[in-house]
Nanobody, 122 residues
C-alpha cells in the first residue's frame, strides 16, 4: 500500500531551522510525479507551502519565499523541506503530498502523509 511518511518536525526557537523529509514507505510504486508540502495551523485551513515537479520546477507560497527550500531525490522517492529563519507563525502540522503512479501505464493518484508537527517558539 502506498504510504508517504513525513519526519523531522519538532520544537525550535524563532530564527532556527528544521529540515522535513517525506519518504514513500512501501517501495511498491513506479514513480512519483508532482510533490508538495502543505501545512495546517490550529483553526485554519490547510495551505500550500511548496510544490516541486519531477523535473525540478518549484513553486513557493509568498509567506515562505526566501526562507524555505524544497528539494527531491527522485531515485529514492524522497522530498525535503529545508526551513530557515522560522517564525512562530510557521507553527503547524506539515503534510507531504505526492501524485503517484503505482504501476507503469497506470493512473496517477494523489496521496497524503500523516503529517509532522512543527512548533516555533518566540
Amino acid at each position: 500500500q502506498v504510504q508517504l511518511v513525513e519526519s523531522g518536525g519538532g520544537l525550535v526557537q524563532a530564527g532556527g531551522s528544521l529540515t522535513l523529509s517525506c519518504a514513500e514507505a512501501s517501495g511498491r510504486i513506479f514513480r512519483i510525479n508532482d510533490m508538495g508540502w502543505y501545512r495546517q495551523a490550529p483553526g485554519k485551513q490547510r495551505e500550500l507551502v511548496a510544490t516541486m515537479t519531477r523535473g525540478g520546477n518549484r513553486n513557493y507560497a509568498d509567506l515562505v519565499k526566501g526562507r524555505f527550500t524544497m528539494s527531491r531525490d527522485n531515485a529514492k522517492n524522497l522530498a525535503y523541506l529545508q526551513m530557515n529563519s522560522l517564525k512562530p507563525e510557521d507553527t503547524a502540522v506539515y503534510y507531504c503530498k505526492g501524485r503517484i503512479l503505482r504501476v507503469v501505464g497506470g493512473d496517477e493518484y494523489e496521496y497524503w502523509g500523516q503529517g509532522t508537527q512543527v512548533t516555533v517558539s518566540s
